[in-house]
Every structure is written in C-alpha cells, then in structure tokens.
Nanobody, 115 residues
C-alpha cells in the first residue's frame, strides 16, 4: 500500500489548510482511515479518524477545528484544518487508525504554523 500525503505548507496562526492523502489500497472504501501527526521530538499521535461509513472521531486538541472526510471514488482522505495554532506544527500522515497500520507511512506532509 502506498500513502501519499500532500497539501502542507507554511501558514500563520488562525489560518487554514486542507490536506489530502491518496491511498493505493484496493479495499479503501471499506477501510477506516485516520490522520496522524508527529511533531519534532514527540511521538506520532492520531488526530482524526473516519470509518468506512463516514463516522468521525477527533482528538481533543483538534476537535472543533479539524474535519476529516473521504472520497472513496478517488481513494483519498482529506483533513480540513481551520483556526490553526502554532502547536499544530508537525508532519502529517494518513494510515489506518485502528488495528495494525500499514507498514509504509510515506513521507507525510509538513505543516508549519507561525505565530
């Protein structure tokens, strides 16, 4: 499985970004997906998840600001990030949120939020 995240960049605090992750998995439409992030010196954390049926869950730190969605026709999962904070600075990845993740995480996409 190949995971290709994109859409990151440099944004000022309070701004927005929309991340995309293209997934090569053949059973994407029936697979729950998640967005993770890893800040320098910190462990990777799951910030948002979406089931195959469209139910969503968010980490407390992003709830109300981030929205995860998916387009099964395009094998793509999205993360709309609004009201960005400096502490959202991290490399963002997509992968399965439950059970064993796919082994290859891809390079992720870097989000840098300036004050």
């Amino acid at each position: 499985v190949q995971l290709q995240a994109s859409g990151g960049g440099l944004v000022q605090a309070g701004g927005s970004l929309r991340l995309s992750c293209a997934v090569s998995a053949s059973r994407f439409s029936i697979t729950a997906m998640g967005w993770y992030r890893q800040a320098p010196g910190k462990q990777r954390e799951l910030v948002a998840a979406i089931t195959s049926g469209g139910s969503t869950n968010y980490g407390d730190s992003v709830k109300g600001r981030f929205t995860i969605s998916r387009d099964n026709a395009k094998n793509t999962v999205y993360l709309q990030m609004n009201s960005l904070k400096v502490e959202d600075t991290a490399t963002y990845y997509c992968n399965k949120p439950y059970g064993v993740p796919w082994g290859s995480w891809g390079q992720g996409t870097l989000v840098t939020v300036s004050s």
